[in-house]
């Protein structure tokens, strides 16, 4: 375990992989997971991690719990927390998560609105609080940092989105001005036929390659949910599921790293 831990931290170290420069924007929610994160068309309630325009979609107060745990590794895992509540004109959210040990963790503290000005158009912004905590080292820094969407509608079942996080380049204020990222995303969605919702996403990034994304959710019988999708930068498939019972909803996930293996996602929400 404690050679796979140390392999681990220098693949991220040597290929750039978020988790040590600086915060990353941490995208959260089990049923994106499997759907490779081509996500930001479709509103729920982490579109408080994937486009905030979504919120303003939400009708009912929703909360959530989200768990990932990196290549199968304590010190690598994700605890996060949300909950979206409508009011007007629009939803509030807000946001929280933790990532990693004693050591090392990054945390974030997020207040979020969305809008829905009409049924086919809605925007979203959203202010955190992002911060590192490398122990010997550094200590802890934060950065308030930005980010934005929307979702429009143009055609019946047919959803584009957008969304930039930390538009102004915000870093921290340590001693080697970690750079946080500055991440676009635009994709694509189709319901057809009210069981299949078929998407495409593209992501660029100020520090890493563009990253190309599709995803697929198929609402079976009883609603019970079957996703997969697959990602590129590295190439990682996922897959999952979900069940919808009373508004209480439970999905899982996993994504297959082609060097670091398997990563699992578990995410509860109920929508009052």
């Excluded at 990196?70 to 690598?76: D, G, H, S, W």
Aim: charged share 10%.
């Amino acid at each position: 375990m404690i050679r796979k831990i140390i392999y681990i931290t220098c693949f991220i170290l040597i290929t750039g992989t978020p988790g040590f420069s600086g915060p990353d924007n941490y995208l959260l929610g089990a049923r994106f997971a499997a759907m490779g994160n081509a996500s930001v068309m479709i509103p729920d309630l982490w579109s408080l991690s994937h486009n905030q325009a979504g919120l303003g979609w939400v009708r009912s107060t929703s909360a959530g719990f989200h768990f990932e745990n990196k290549f199968v590794i304590p010190q690598y895992s994700l605890s996060a927390a949300g909950i979206a509540i409508p009011v007007k004109p629009g939803t509030l959210g807000v946001m929280i998560y933790y990532f990693g040990y004693s050591k090392y963790h990054e945390s974030r503290f997020s207040l979020a609105f969305g809008r829905a000005f009409t049924d086919r158009f809605a925007a979203g912004v959203q202010i955190n609080y992002m911060s590192t905590y490398i122990a010997d080292s550094y200590g802890s820094y934060g950065a308030i940092v930005a980010e934005g969407g929307m979702i429009i509608s143009p055609l019946k079942n047919l959803f584009i989105g957008a969304h930039i996080f930390n538009p102004t380049q915000a870093h921290l204020p340590n001693p080697e001005q970690d750079v946080i990222p500055t991440i676009f995303r635009v994709g694509m969605g189709y319901q057809l036929m009210d069981k299949i919702f078929i998407s495409v996403e593209s992501e660029t990034s100020n520090q890493n390659k563009p990253v190309f994304k599709t995803g697929l959710e198929v609402n079976t019988v009883n609603n019970l949910f079957l996703r997969a999708g697959y990602s590129t930068e590295p190439n990682k498939p996922s897959f999952g599921l979900g069940y919808l019972f009373m508004g209480l909803r439970g999905d899982i996930a996993f994504t297959l790293h082609p060097q670091l293996g398997f990563t699992p996602f578990f995410s509860l929400m109920y929508s009052f």
